[in-house]
């Protein structure tokens, strides 16, 4: 049985004063991969530890696992498992007896200590590893290992702080498809940390952004990346391009364009009463190359980066910076030449200019 956690009214403040986390609610269905998304110092950790006990919240906070009452409870009655960015494995053991470390503190006898390892070296297909110590190890074969030792105690909670920071960019990748597969098939419930966007988007149930010691906004990948409530959520997942307009009688004004309300602002059904200057956000996909009889706007390309199954223009002209545009792979484009484009309406994120002022990065 999956457990359930939940957070009630839980704030961090150090020792010194510093407010790491403001007051929050959480919940996190068993079975289910929520990710901590953020920047660096935003409190993501801070609520990792306090899940595993190694911090406490401020009074009157409450953390619960299946309704049981763990606020004061230490990492061992907890029953997690941890697994770190440094992997924190034992240098002077073999791969086998540091899967089995966990297995001998907790009084497992040796018979089953043995029969659970080869089944975690089996899963993570590390078995022709056993008897190598961690110095022998690839920084992928080294996190396979943290992974089983973790799993191997058969915990209630899996919690994960940033565990692929440390490598390639390829192997991170392919480590972050697996890790993925292992969660759905042990059906855990899961916490993962990471500031890394696509990470985030590719492992998460649903996304936690933090802010500043606060939630930005919880929702799924889909919600998270589509509809974005706030100016933080829409520059700091996947947003490069900014610019300002106006809302006038429902519609939108971009410079000399008018934009009409169409059914892909009905998260944004708020601003479409008011009136004043807005920001919009919107990322590469949010303006598509086309012929100038089809044009909002004609912007000069000042760079040109191929992507392999697409390309990615910089262009100016359009706004006071310059805007990023994906275009087709095949396309024939060249530095110094006009590009004609238009909005993909149902991708802009619309806010007040002061929210866009005070809560972008």
């Given at each position: ?22 007051p ?18 935003c409190?993501k ?7 595993a ?57 040796a018979?089953?200590r043995?029969?659970r ?5 089996e899963?993570?297909?590390i078995?022709?590893?056993?008897d190598?110590r961690?110095?022998?190890?690839s ?9 089983a ?7 209630r909670?899996?919690?994960?702080d ?13 480590l ?56 933080f959520v829409a ?5 490069a ?7 006038r009688?429902?519609?939108?004004h971009?410079?000399?364009?008018v934009?009409e ?11 479409i ?7 919009l956000f ?11 009889e089809?044009?909002h ?17 910089t262009?100016?002209?359009?706004g ?20 004609h ?21």
């Amino acid at each position: 049985m999956s457990t359930q956690i939940k957070l009630r009214h839980c704030a961090k403040t150090f020792a010194d004063g510093t407010r790491a986390l403001a007051p929050f609610d959480l919940t996190i269905e068993g079975g289910e991969t929520i990710v901590l998304l953020g920047p660096s110092g935003c409190g993501k950790t801070t609520i990792l530890r306090m899940i595993a006990g190694l911090e406490f919240p401020d009074a009157g906070g409450m953390i619960t696992f299946d309704g049981d009452d763990v606020t004061r409870q230490s990492i061992e009655k907890r029953r997690v498992g941890m697994v770190f960015q440094s992997y924190a494995l034992f240098p002077n053991m073999t791969v086998a007896e540091n899967v089995a470390y966990g297995l001998k503190v907790n009084g497992v006898s040796a018979a089953e200590r043995q029969t659970r390892v080869a089944a975690m070296l089996e899963m993570m297909h590390i078995d022709m590893l056993a008897d190598r110590r961690i110095d022998q190890l690839s920084g992928g074969q080294r996190q396979r290992v943290a992974l089983a030792r973790a799993i191997a105690v058969q915990p209630r909670v899996l919690l994960l702080d940033e565990p692929l920071t440390a490598l390639d960019a390829k192997l991170r990748v392919r480590l972050r498809t697996e890790i993925n597969a292992l969660l759905r098939k042990l059906g855990i419930t899961a916490v993962y940390v990471t500031h890394d966007q696509e990470e985030a988007l590719a492992l998460g149930d649903r996304i936690v952004v933090m802010q500043k010691g606060e939630i930005a906004q919880i929702g799924t990948p889909r919600e998270i990346y589509r509809s974005p409530k706030n100016p933080f959520v829409a520059d700091f997942v996947g947003a490069a391009n900014r610019l300002a307009g106006d809302m006038r009688d429902g519609r939108l004004h971009i410079g000399s364009q008018v934009f009409e309300a169409v059914d892909g602002w009905n998260q944004y059904n708020d601003m479409i009463d008011k009136t004043g200057p807005v920001e919009l956000f919107f990322r590469a996909d949010g303006l598509s190359v086309c012929e100038r009889e089809d044009a909002h706007f004609t912007g000069r390309i000042e760079a040109v980066a191929y992507l392999g199954d697409k390309q990615r223009l910089t262009v100016s002209g359009i706004g006071p910076q310059a805007m990023m545009i994906d275009t087709h792979a095949d396309d024939l484009t060249a530095v110094g030449s006009d590009v004609h484009c238009r909005f993909n309406i149902e991708r802009l994120a619309i806010f007040p200019a002061h929210d866009a002022d005070s809560g972008a990065i």
